[in-house]
């Protein structure tokens, strides 16, 4: 048994489990199953229930508008005294990238920041105490702290037989995502044929039918009116998601190689990649938002083109292989007609590459280009 000062209080810690607030010890016991309509309840009788907390459902945001980038707001009242905190649910928390990303997000809101999700895996616990990001699941696993308290429970298992922390509806699949992707790009393309989309996507007419399936089923797509034209819902949301099952699912799949350039502003004299490349990451956020000074270059080639675009750079720039190089070339994975600017890659995509940079500064401006760029894209004038 560890025993740690955490403010003045001694915390007790015995696998994992311990909750000790002013020096008094509380029980830990397990709770059921959570579903994403239902998941903020669910945690919220988790600490009434099995932790013995009091808490109460304050409101719950719009999902569809950019200014509300979080999902609720709850009061936890812990020996008398409330605590507001703002809400970012997850379906899943299965990454330490993802509660990362979740961290970030809360800190830009300001107050006291709270991850809600079905299930924390112990070692994803561990994570989310290490980065000081507090949550609750709907297992009784929890992370809270402030003045003279300490909460920490981690290791209570599933007993439905789920895989823990896996929606079964993510978007994680190379297709799901493909398609998500073209959707996100422009949102008319919700409506076109399957074949269009299918073009668009580079994907077959089958995962077409299976990906947009799915996403009705999640409340991404739905079809009405007259024409019962098939509609695009909460693409903010949507746009969240993809990014953060991009970097795993899809990005691997584009055969990345790096490489160093002697001349590091090399790529001022390429405004336009050409031959079937486009910019990406943080070159693409220059051109938009002439705000990044970029460190590293990200480039989308088609795949036919790209051994004569790599040839092109090495004789141009004197480009040789490095994995530690600032450029990285990609095989570009979508159609023709997705790019929003010419020269440069779907703005839904440079805002994905930024984040997952993990670079504050890049993080700052993929915010810009979401407010300014994204958002127009969504809703149109």
Known sequence: MNLLGVQGTMV?????????MNGDPMDVLWNGKADDAILIEEAINALRDRLHLDARLVSVKPRSTLEHRYDADIDIIVQGESTRYVVECKSSMDRRDL?????RQLLGIGGQGLLITPYVSREIARYCRDIDLQFIDTHGN???????RLIYVAGERQEDGMQPGRSRGAITGVAGLRVAFAFLSNSEMVAAPFREIASKAG???GAVSNAVEDLAKRGYVIAGGAARRRQLLEPNRLLDEWTLNYPIGLRPK????RYSVPNQGWWTDEPQAGQGAVWGGEVAAKNL???LKPATQTIYVEPSARSAWIKTIVMSHRAKPDPNGS??????FWGDGLEQRPGMAPFALVYADLLASHDPRAAETAQL???DWINDTFHPA
């Open 142 to 148: 929890a992370y809270l702290r402030g003045e003279g």
């Open 99 to 103: 509660a990362t990303q979740v961290k």
């Open 203 to 205: 994907v077959s007419l």
């Open 369 to 371: 280009i979401r407010k």
């Open 12 to 20: 007790f810690m015995s696998r994992e489990r311990c909750i000790f």
């Open 289 to 291: 938002t002439h705000y």
């Open 327 to 332: 450029l990285e070339v990609l095989d570009k």
């Open 254 to 257: 584009l055969h990345g190689r």
